[in-house]
């Protein structure tokens, strides 16, 4: 009875092993990955790309800062401010007071 257990319990956590070949969450898998080129073929191949997309606006800029009324419109992109919380962490105290 003891042989059986063993072997099943074997059995159990190997095929639970052995299933766990399906990439999660990993940031190196990425399209854009030129040090691993596999992991960016991985990537390409199994569509795996997160990338952010920022949005573009048609700003008019002054191309001549001696001529300000010759003004150029171009496509500039807004990059989101995040927010920074205060926060009672400090080094002698890493969770807070």
Known sequence: MKRVLIMSFLLVSAHVAFCQHEVKNDPTYSVNNYKHPNKAAYAREHNLDNSVFL??????????YKQPYSKIETNATAIPAKRV????????HPQGL
Do not use: D, F, I, M
């Open 55 to 64: 949005p573009s606006a048609t700003v008019s800029l002054t191309a001549n």
């Open 85 to 92: 919380e205060k926060t009672t962490k400090s080094y002698k």
